[in-house]
């Protein structure tokens, strides 16, 4: 990553960064930012990308949506409702989703995002209420009266997307984009193969990179690269306001939990990194591939194998395989692009100076 770049940079200077980076900030929605939908499994990560995005006037949050991931619904959807309430956004509506997989028994992340997803830190119960209808009836409700006009970015595991388009399959063509963090082509950071969020619900993953809805995949291949450092910490301390003070908090609770591998290191910020290609594509660049989940494999469940062009090969067929499921090869068609390249400096300027900004 770019950290040695900007320990000897800006971010040595945390007021520094504040006054070079004044950020684009709406406190209300715009009506000429993209309509986004955030489903999301709060989780440390998680919460800086909510954080980011509704600090971000280039993205018109109209919804969140709770799933069960890094922890328990019975946590992330209360910590969504925290974080909505922090930025000062009530009239964003936060629903209640999936409490766990398609198929399998959930699986959580508590011992990287702490029991309660905040690494422990402890905020005041949110006023806001969730609304009564569910993540997936809210999901196909938005998408139908913003048609080819919403992108719904998935930062959790991807119960809730699943769920929807098996519910309204019609939906399907009304999706502008899909951004995810998710997957990764260069080995996995929760088994040898897969990454976290398509491990939890690799059925769910495979549904929606099979829906022909445009995937934009921010997996671990990028997100290795944007390490949050104690220098990080100090910048989003020099902040004012609620927002900064409490990203903050969870910075520096999140790398003491880290401090016994590593003094300096923290977390990788996965999810705000999914979040930053909205607001500015020359963070990451992308490249086609054909992606497949895997969700047969013992030891393979929820990886994300990617084919950059033909032939496109699956196993060898068995002896016993009749004529039909002899073949191994079939057709090749890009359906995502997958991120490869990152400017961790660019990224760390964007989420800091907007995290940090004074305002409602």
């Known amino acids: ?18 006054a070079r980076h004044s950020p684009i900030f709406s406190a209300g929605p715009n009506g000429g930012s993209q309509k986004v939908i955030l489903d999301t499994d709060p989780g440390v990560d998680d919460a800086f990308a909510l ?9 018109n949050v109209v919804a969140v949506t709770a799933v069960a991931g890094n922890v328990p619904l019975s946590v992330t959807l209360p910590n969504a409702l925290r974080l909505v309430e922090m930025a000062d956004r009530p009239e964003i509506p936060v629903a209640g989703g999936a409490s766990s997989p398609l198929i399998r028994k959930l699986v959580t992340a508590a011992y990287a995002h702490g029991n309660n997803g905040l690494a422990g830190v402890e905020f005041p119960p949110a006023r806001l209420q969730p609304v009564k209808e569910p993540a997936s009836d809210l999901i196909c409700r938005l998408v139908r009266e913003n048609a080819k006009n919403i992108c719904i970015v998935g930062i959790g595991p991807l119960t809730n997307i699943a769920l929807a388009l098996r519910q309204d399959p019609e939906i399907v063509s009304m ?12 080995g996995g950071n929760v088994t040898p193969a897969a990454e976290f969020n398509f491990y939890v619900d690799p059925e769910a993953a495979s549904i929606v990179f099979g829906s022909g809805i445009p995937i934009r995949m921010v997996g671990l291949d990028v997100t290795r690269r944007v390490q949050l450092t104690e220098r990080h910490v100090q910048a989003l301390q020099a902040g004012k306001g609620r927002v900064s003070e409490a990203a903050a908090r969870i910075a520096e609770a999140v790398m003491k939990m880290h401090r016994g591998a590593d003094s300096e290191r923290g977390p ?48 060898a067929p068995m002896e016993i395989a009749s004529a039909a499921e002899s073949a191994s090869d079939f057709p090749f068609r890009a359906n995502a692009k997958v991120a490869t390249g990152v400017d961790s400096e660019k990224f760390f300027e964007l989420l800091i100076s907007r995290l940090t900004t004074t305002g409602k």
């Open 1 to 18: 990553m770019s950290g040695g770049v900007l320990a000897s940079g800006i971010l040595s200077h945390p007021q520094s960064l504040l």
């Open 268 to 315: 990788n910020l996965h999810d705000p990194l999914a979040v930053s290609s909205l607001i500015r594509p020359d963070i990451l660049t992308f490249e086609d591939y054909q992606v497949e989940i895997e969700t047969m494999g013992s030891i393979t469940a929820g990886e994300s194998v990617g084919w950059k062009h033909a032939p496109a090969r699956h196993a």
């Open 51 to 59: 954080l980011l995005a509704m600090r971000s006037s280039e993205l």
């Open 175 to 186: 999706v502008s984009s899909i951004v995810l963090m998710g997957g990764s082509l260069s």
